[in-house]
Every structure is written in structure tokens, then in C-alpha cells.
């Protein structure tokens, strides 16, 4: 889309599905996040959260699973509910300039039969923003200040993960997106998101020095700070030089 073709701030109007972004390698996004009209199965999130249906949706997660730590459980539905929400966000900004709604209370979501997070759902297909796209913040900052930031502390208080491993779990996701979405990788933007102990509005960066960029063998590995505490789940397989452990890497 050229710079310019629409007005900024205008509302997108994606010719298929939610985003035009939404298309070859990118098609899996579809079934993450779509119009709220479209996800028949959806509930509010305000209304998940505090009704008690998300203990259960780790309850249920916990019995399928055979987790037994809660810890665990509800780190490995973070890491469900933050890719299904991260990656088509950042997607759509990155590729077609287009900010999905972010904001917490105007979004539903729709569990799998485990108990995990399937898909999110949006009112409106969003905004367009003819902005700067080499400032990290700009790009995902509605993201974290209107969704991230919400969701966050119920992690910790029916979870029982602490804020700074459910921000760890997030900027997996984010990074990934920045360095994979287009056919020229965001890397510096990747890097600058965790770099920084301060964002632009002088706020703590709940990112800061969640990833490192480390050599292993030669090679350039991305590193967490804090472990995800994936070992502790019965047959889930290890993130392998991603994982924070020494002892977890080989696994």
C-alpha cells in the first residue's frame, strides 16, 4: 500500500478477512484474530477474567496436560494467549501499516477444548497509520499500554507468575514478529524494545533485558532472561537454546 493512498488514522477496510496482512506465510492469523462477529464462541475478556472462567480454563489446561504446578500451567497458557495476540498485531502494523484494535475491554477470546486460548476477537478491523515505523514503541505501544498491561496481573494473581515472566513470555512473540513478519527483518527494532530501560514516556520498559542476543558454538542464539518453566509440564519438549536453564537446553 502506498504511503499517502489513505488518510491517516482512516478506518482499514481489509479486502479479506481481518487484514490484508493476513495472506501466504501469514494466513495462520486468521484463525487468531478475526472480527468478535465472527467467533461465535467467544466471552469478553473483562468477563473472562473475572467471572472465574479463566481458573477454570487452567484447571481444565492443568487436568489435560497432567501439570501439576500451577506456575507451569499458567506460564504455558501465556505463551498460547500472547502468540495467538502478539504476532498478527504486529503483522498487520508491520506489513500494511495497520494498528488492530488493542484495547482489552473491547476484545473477546475463544478456548480450545484443553482450556488454552484459540482465537481472539476485534470490533473493527482498526486504524491505518502512515507513522514511524523505526520506533519499536510506536509500533506496539498501544499493545502494551491498552492490552498487555491489563492482562498482566491477572496472570500473576490466578496464575501465580510473576509480572516480569509474563512480560518475558510476551516479548518472545514480539520479537519473533519484528524479525520474521516482512522480507526486510526489524531487527534493530527487535533489539531496541529490550534494550532500553525507559520507553520514550519515560516509563519502565517491562521489556528491558527480557531477551539477549548471545553466541553459542559460533553461532548468534536469542537468549530469555527468565525461564518459562516449560520442564515442569509433562511432554512438553524444551525451547532449546532459546531456554533461560543451562541445564534445559539440550533437552
Not at 204 to 213: E, G, K, T, V, Y
Request: hydrophobic share 45%; glycine share 8%; with cysteine.
Amino acid at each position: 500500500m502506498a504511503a499517502g493512498a489513505r488518510e491517516s488514522m482512516a478506518v482499514f477496510d481489509g479486502p479479506k478477512g481481518l487484514s490484508a496482512a493476513f495472506a501466504g506465510p501469514h494466513a495462520w492469523c486468521n484463525e487468531k484474530m478475526m472480527l468478535s462477529e465472527n467467533l461465535s464462541d467467544g466471552i469478553s475478556l473483562p468477563e473472562f477474567f473475572a467471572s472465574g472462567a479463566f481458573d477454570r480454563a487452567l484447571s481444565l489446561y492443568a487436568e489435560t496436560s497432567g501439570g501439576t504446578d500451577r506456575r507451569a500451567v499458567a506460564s504455558m497458557w501465556s505463551l498460547y494467549y500472547f502468540s495467538a495476540l502478539t504476532i498478527p498485531y504486529v503483522v498487520a502494523r508491520v506489513l500494511d501499516h495497520q494498528a488492530l484494535p488493542a484495547a482489552f475491554d473491547g476484545m473477546t477470546v475463544a478456548l480450545s477444548a484443553d482450556g488454552l486460548p484459540r482465537a481472539f476477537g476485534v470490533a473493527t478491523t482498526g486504524e491505518w497509520r502512515d507513522d514511524d515505523a523505526s520506533d519499536v514503541f510506536t509500533l506496539i505501544g498501544s499493545l502494551m499500554d491498552e492490552h498487555l498491561a491489563r492482562v498482566v496481573p491477572h496472570l500473576k494473581a490466578t496464575g501465580g507468575i510473576s509480572p516480569r515472566l509474563a512480560w518475558n513470555n510476551a516479548a518472545v512473540y514480539i520479537d519473533y514478529a519484528l524479525r520474521t513478519a516482512g522480507t526486510d527483518p526489524m531487527s534493530d527494532q527487535a533489539d531496541a524494545m529490550v534494550a532500553c530501560r525507559l520507553m520514550p514516556n519515560g516509563g519502565a520498559n517491562p521489556f528491558f533485558d527480557c531477551l539477549r542476543q548471545e553466541e553459542e558454538d559460533g553461532a548468534p542464539v536469542c537468549r530469555r532472561k527468565i525461564c518459562c518453566l516449560r520442564y515442569l509440564l509433562p511432554g512438553i519438549p524444551s525451547c532449546g537454546s532459546l531456554c533461560a536453564l543451562p541445564s534445559q537446553r539440550k533437552q
